[in-house]
């Protein structure tokens, strides 16, 4: 697959998620990144309205994060994030899925949990991450028709924070079953425009990396991990 840095943009979120994040760095780096028609640009809760000032004027969305990066909250706190992020400008929430009731076999809770964030996020797109990389094949279509059936039409591979890495075969395996009936967000240890591209070719619609700056010699001012002084990543 071939595309232009334009064409790469537009499949691409990047985030700026991370413990030492100030206002500060949020207005850099999304002051970098104009004019790099990315997507959608990713931040933690707290940054929601300032970001969506900086990306008015823009075609990126801004996403934000519930029960992330470990899907460990309960549907009622989930729900109010949910609101929280609608109320402060939102357009899409990646939501953690409940990854014990996953693994315990109880794929009605999951579902169940998936309605009800959907129903709180009204018009906004919800995105669920599936945490691939610690279930099974069976549990693995067995999730992601919870969450079609809970309402949500887009799933994340994996949260880029605890050391999970989405594999092609994953990609492969969600696009076989289910077709065009989910959008398949491929996330986690993606780092190269090689690995981007191998994915989209596999079969996901978007890519979620940290790193977009190493997917274009156009992008290094992207460096955002540079910005907050973490060094390369």
């Not at 549907?75 to 357009?91: H, P």
């Not at 899925?97 to 315990?104: E, G």
């Not at 977009?212 to 991990?225: D, G, T």
Request: glycine share 8%; aromatic share 6%.
């Amino acid at each position: 697959m071939k595309l232009t840095d334009e064409e790469l943009a537009r499949r691409i979120i990047t985030s700026i998620i991370e413990a030492s994040v100030t206002e500060g760095h949020i207005k850099e780096f999304l002051e970098k990144v104009d004019g790099i028609p990315f997507y959608g640009i990713a931040v933690d809760l707290p940054f929601l309205s300032i970001s969506a000032d900086l990306l008015k004027n823009t075609d990126t969305k801004l996403v934000t994060i519930s029960s992330y990066p470990l899907g460990g909250m309960t549907t009622e706190v989930k729900v109010k994030q949910v609101e929280f992020a609608r109320k402060y400008g939102a357009d899409a929430i990646d939501v953690g899925i409940n990854c014990n009731a996953a693994k315990s076999g109880d794929f009605k809770t999951v579902e169940d949990d998936v309605r009800k964030v959907v129903n709180a996020a009204g018009d906004r797109e919800v995105v669920m991450c599936t945490q691939l990389g610690i279930l099974t094949n069976q549990e693995k279509i067995k999730v992601c028709q919870a969450i079609l059936n809970g309402g949500s039409k887009a799933i994340k591979t994996n949260s880029g924070m605890v050391g999970l890495h989405t594999d092609i075969e994953d990609v492969e395996l969600i696009k076989r079953e289910f077709g065009d009936e989910l959008i398949i967000e491929a996330s986690s240890g993606i780092r190269t425009r090689e690995q981007a591209l191998a994915m989209l070719e596999a079969g996901a619609d978007i890519i979620h990396t940290s790193t977009p700056f190493k997917m274009s010699e156009n992008w290094k001012e992207v460096n955002f991990y540079e910005i907050v002084g973490l060094g390369k990543k």
